[in-house]
């Protein structure tokens, strides 16, 4: 059974079309924020920023600091708290802020996207190299479809990337 077409072949996985996901973040709540519809990654400077652990995806995780950096965020500290409990306190608290994508805000946050979306996490189906065929080709249009309907993706890429990874798991 012959694969769907793909641009991209990782690990022995052949892999659809990527699909970006905006991230945002914002201070916690208390008096309601002056109506913005985004926040500059630069205003995040200063600010403990909230991460998943490095060792999870080493690459996202650099590639996340690089692009603040470049965009003009440099953090007083990056934390991976132990469970997203710990880290919905330090949100609460005002001692940190997490970069995360689009869902309802918990009671005490606000959320909103980052200006010109620079970090946008890539998500795409993936099946075993030799595989493939009408089923898996059917089910990758389907799910991108109502990821993209449903679940916050872009419908394109926002902007893309002005530097490669310096290292990745999967190739581009």
């Given at each position: 059974?012959?694969?769907?077409?793909?641009?991209?072949?990782?690990?022995?996985?052949?892999?659809?079309?990527?699909?970006?996901?905006?991230?945002?973040?914002?201070?916690?709540?208390?008096?309601?924020?002056?109506?913005?519809?985004?926040?500059?990654?630069?205003?995040?400077?200063?600010?403990?920023?909230?991460?998943?652990?490095?060792?999870?995806?080493?690459?996202?995780?650099?590639?996340?600091?690089?692009?603040?950096?470049?965009?003009?965020?440099?953090?007083?500290?990056?934390?991976?708290?132990?469970?997203?409990?710990?880290?919905?306190?330090?949100?609460?608290?005002?001692?940190?802020?997490?970069?995360?994508?689009?869902?309802?805000?918990?009671?005490?946050?606000?959320w909103r996207p980052l200006t010109g979306t620079p970090l946008a996490w890539r998500t795409s189906t993936a099946w075993p190299t030799g595989?493939?065929?009408?089923?898996?080709?059917?089910?990758?249009?389907?799910?991108?479809?109502?990821?993209?309907?449903?679940?916050?993706?872009?419908?394109?890429?926002?902007?893309?990337?002005?530097?490669?990874?310096?290292?990745?798991?999967?190739?581009?």
């Amino acid at each position: 059974m012959a694969d769907p077409p793909t641009r991209w072949r990782a690990g022995g996985l052949g892999l659809g079309g990527f699909k970006p996901r905006r991230r945002g973040g914002g201070p916690p709540g208390g008096p309601p924020p002056p109506p913005r519809p985004e926040l500059a990654v630069a205003e995040l400077t200063g600010r403990r920023l909230v991460f998943f652990p490095r060792a999870t995806a080493p690459a996202l995780y650099d590639e996340m600091l690089t692009t603040l950096a470049r965009h003009g965020c440099t953090p007083e500290a990056v934390v991976d708290p132990p469970g997203p409990d710990v880290a919905g306190a330090l949100v609460l608290t005002g001692s940190a802020v997490a970069l995360v994508p689009r869902t309802a805000p918990p009671p005490g946050t606000v959320w909103r996207p980052l200006t010109g979306t620079p970090l946008a996490w890539r998500t795409s189906t993936a099946w075993p190299t030799g595989s493939g065929g009408p089923a898996v080709r059917l089910f990758a249009e389907a799910a991108h479809e109502a990821l993209t309907e449903h679940g916050g993706l872009l419908p394109q890429p926002p902007n893309p990337p002005l530097f490669p990874r310096p290292a990745m798991e999967f190739p581009l």
